[in-house]
């Protein structure tokens, strides 16, 4: 009788919630992603990568992309096969867009301000932004995980 070899699989792990647009729902994003990604096994380097574009993408969300009433979506995509991780956030705000700053772009060192984005284009592979409908947008980035 012929049997079957088991073998490993690599699971897809999906994440999403639903998140109040307040500095409380953004730190309650980042907290949820890093629980899960530390229940998937994610190496510690990736984890930390995703921590802080999950910061800058939901903090993002909260402070240009709220509507009153509505709440930002996160979703946090993991292929182990692939070896990638991709962060959603989607809020109300589809007029606004996020751009990529020059790199050649001079700002206030002393501000406190403006680098959220050049911070996420430094952590990910790969960012972009694309309407969630009916009226919203979709920040997405895309991790590799570089690992041993």
Known sequence: MNQATPHDVARVGAF?????????GARLARLLAVTELRSWDVSQ??????????AELTANAVLHGRVPGRCFRLTVTLDPSAGRLRIEVSDARGDLHPLPRPTDAVSDPLSTTGRGLALVAALADRWDCVPYPPSGKTVRAELLDTGP
């Open 16 to 24: 999403t919630q639903l998140l109040s647009s307040t500095p409380r």
């Open 45 to 54: 380097d990736l984890t930390e990568r995703a921590e802080l574009v999950v």
